[in-house]
């Protein structure tokens, strides 16, 4: 079951799907680095333009995104770093938004049968949230068939330095569709790369 503002639905993943399209999300997380940059040059926006995969640009994003709410830039005292750092924290939370599924078991045989699945790796003991749902990261998840390959689980534990790892769990009908979908939108990541990144407009 599912848990949401409108009630429970078996077997989807999370309703709340972003509907601001990703490359404006993107864009805008660039421009607000770029003002972070301007007033402290601390190599994230240097990093991020120079990727040329969406694994990458996201490892670095994540990166930054931890950054900005952490000792090194918040100790600044400079007000003009606070503000960019308050920006970037606030958007990365909408970018993780697009580039994470949250999936719940449509039932509890689902459940034990992923358990199984996610207690082949250490990491897999923590993978359930305390709602029972898993926090997939799209950037590492493909769908074959009906079996979902998931490279990273957000869990309470773990970090955006941890290494990836290789689980693999089955899906119902219904949960095929959805994740095929979040799984299309968050793969215009790379178009984005390849189209935009490189080639800005001007604030």
């Known amino acids: ?14 309703p709340a799907m972003p509907t ?17 940059n ?17 694994e990458a640009f996201y490892a670095e ?4 995104g931890y950054a900005v709410n952490a000792k090194e ?38 459940k034990a049968d992923w358990l199984d699945s996610l207690l082949t790796s250490p990491g897999g003991k923590f993978a359930f949230r305390d709602d029972g749902s898993l926090h997939v990261d799209l ?25 990836l790892e290789s689980y693999a769990i089955r899906l119902n009908p219904v949960q095929c569709a959805d994740v095929a979908e979040r799984l299309r939108r968050a793969s215009s990541m790379q178009d984005w790369i390849d189209l935009e990144l490189h080639y800005p407009p001007a604030d």
């Open 1 to 14: 079951m599912i848990s949401s503002k409108q009630g429970t639905v078996p077997g989807f993943a999370d």
């Open 20 to 36: 601001s399209p990703i490359h404006e999300v993107l864009s805008e997380l660039m421009r607000l680095t770029r003002g972070l």
């Open 38 to 54: 301007q007033v402290c040059p601390i190599g994230y926006l240097t990093r991020m333009q120079a990727a040329t995969t969406a």
């Open 61 to 64: 994003a994540l990166r930054l």
């Open 73 to 110: 830039l918040r100790d600044t005292g400079d007000e003009r770093v606070h503000h960019w750092c308050n920006l970037i924290w606030r958007h990365m939370k909408e970018v993780r938004s697009h580039l994470t599924l949250i999936l719940f078991p449509h039932s509890p045989e689902q």
């Open 139 to 163: 950037v590492h998840a493909s769908l074959d068939g009906s079996t979902l390959h998931i490279g990273r689980l957000w869990t309470h534990v773990g970090g955006v330095n941890d290494p």
